[in-house]
């Protein structure tokens, strides 16, 4: 009769659930993983470097001054605005700015006033055998005629501007991806020369200006990039380590203990001795096979072997008569 094939253990629910959960976590892992790669260049460092650069939250008032459209890779080492972040530039529109510091509602004039003093106040310093250029003589330079350049940086008190030629970004990596920025939109509106529009500048770099700021979407962005993907990362690694230490480490001990069970009583005798070929467990152990294996020989013998070699027997009887 042929043996029944052994039909698959259909799996518990316990195991479906352990299965479907491991699974959950591993995706979790690995999309949590490129999710925070991802969002690294995009969001994450552009949101810390426009906490770094503080900006003022209060706007300046600012007026387009020079526009240069430049073409070739070394004129490009800036642009007003680039959609992608990633790719080189070979052709570049460049804005500067003149801007002059606003302020809030709740200040007067004169605080005003005294305000701009002090952004715009230096240390005094002492120099050791300084000496101004104004005093030196160039005769070289005096019968060459120079091209007239716009200045930049800022400006002394009795200056209408606080900073001029500043350049002006959309925002601070001064590129994007629409809809979200749009440069054809952005060149439209702040290009014209004379152009005036609220800016915000930086305490820390005052040449760079950008035209919108929300410090508080900002920071929400930076809370919803950071909080989803690491702490999502952090949960699946913990539970994928304690259930490869603890759960499945277990489930594989249980299976082994049968065979480890099977395999330490064939080492071992009834006394509980090891087995070697030089212990009377083995030599009986040894007699007790050889009798089997000799009782199994005679049983299988067929029976056509003795009648061959018992004298024939004639089953005819005659009689005299």
Same mark, same amino acid.
């Given at each position: 009769?042929? &043996?029944?094939?052994?039909?698959?253990?259909?799996?518990?629910?316990?195991?479906?659930?352990?299965?479907? %959960?491991? +699974?959950? #976590?591993?995706?979790?892992?690995?999309?949590?993983?490129?999710?925070?790669? #991802?969002?690294?260049? #995009?969001?994450?460092?552009?949101?810390?470097?426009?906490?770094?650069?503080?900006?003022?939250?209060?706007?300046?008032?600012?007026? %387009?001054?020079?526009?240069?459209?430049?073409?070739?890779?070394?004129?490009?080492?800036?642009?007003?605005?680039?959609?992608? /972040?990633?790719?080189?530039?070979? @052709? /570049?529109?460049?804005?500067?700015?003149?801007? =002059?510091?606003?302020?809030?509602?709740?200040?007067?004039?004169? @605080?005003?006033?005294?305000?701009?003093?002090?952004?715009?106040?230096?240390?005094?310093?002492?120099?050791?055998?300084?000496?101004? !250029?104004? &005093?030196?003589?160039?005769?070289?330079?005096?019968?060459? @005629?120079?091209?007239?350049?716009? $200045?930049?940086?800022?400006?002394?008190?009795?200056?209408?501007?606080?900073?001029?030629?500043?350049?002006?970004?959309?925002?601070? =990596?001064? /590129?994007?991806? !629409?809809?979200?920025?749009?440069?054809?939109?952005?060149?439209?509106?702040?290009?014209?020369?004379?152009?005036?529009?609220?800016?915000?500048?930086?305490?820390? &770099? !005052?040449?760079?200006?950008?035209?919108?700021?929300?410090?508080?979407?900002?920071?929400?962005?930076?809370?919803?990039?950071?909080?989803?993907?690491?702490?999502?990362?952090?949960?699946?690694?913990?539970?994928?380590?304690?259930?490869?230490?603890?759960?499945?480490?277990?489930?594989?001990?249980?299976?082994?203990?049968?065979?480890?069970?099977? +395999?330490?009583?064939? +080492?071992?005798?009834?006394?509980?001795?090891?087995?070697?070929?030089?212990?009377?467990?083995?030599?009986?152990?040894?007699?007790?096979?050889?009798?089997?294996?000799?009782?199994?020989? +005679?049983? @299988? =013998? !067929? =029976?056509?072997?003795?009648?061959?070699?018992? $004298?024939?027997?004639?089953?005819?009887?005659?009689?005299?008569?």
């Amino acid at each position: 009769m042929a &043996d029944e094939e052994k039909l698959p253990i259909p799996p518990t629910f316990l195991e479906k659930v352990l299965f479907y %959960t491991t +699974a959950t #976590f591993v995706l979790l892992a690995i999309f949590s993983l490129f999710a925070f790669l #991802f969002l690294v260049p #995009f969001v994450i460092e552009p949101a810390f470097t426009t906490i770094f650069m503080q900006f003022d939250p209060v706007p300046a008032l600012c007026v %387009t001054a020079q526009v240069k459209h430049l073409l070739g890779v070394s004129n490009c080492s800036w642009a007003s605005c680039r959609e992608g /972040c990633t790719k080189d530039l070979y @052709e /570049c529109t460049q804005i500067r700015v003149n801007y =002059k510091l606003g302020y809030a509602a709740n200040i007067s004039a004169t @605080e005003y006033e005294a305000l701009i003093r002090a952004e715009r106040s230096l240390r005094n310093y002492d120099y050791e055998n300084y000496e101004s !250029p104004i &005093d030196k003589n160039y005769p070289d330079m005096e019968e060459q @005629e120079l091209p007239e350049a716009i $200045p930049t940086g800022l400006m002394g008190n009795d200056s209408e501007w606080y900073f001029t030629g500043a350049r002006l970004f959309p925002n601070v =990596k001064g /590129c994007g991806y !629409p809809p979200i920025l749009n440069c054809t939109i952005f060149y439209g509106k702040y290009k014209p020369i004379g152009t005036n529009y609220s800016c915000y500048y930086s305490r820390v &770099d !005052p040449g760079l200006v950008i035209t919108e700021l929300d410090m508080w979407q900002n920071t929400l962005n930076l809370v919803y990039a950071m909080a989803i993907p690491i702490p999502s990362f952090i949960i699946s690694v913990i539970y994928l380590t304690f259930a490869y230490f603890k759960i499945y480490n277990t489930e594989d001990e249980s299976e082994q203990a049968p065979l480890q069970s099977d +395999a330490e009583a064939m +080492a071992t005798g009834d006394d509980g001795k090891p087995t070697t070929p030089g212990s009377d467990t083995f030599r009986e152990d040894l007699a007790c096979f050889g009798h089997q294996l000799k009782m199994q020989l +005679a049983n @299988e =013998k !067929p =029976k056509e072997g003795f009648e061959s070699n018992s $004298p024939a027997i004639s089953n005819s009887a005659s009689l005299s008569g």
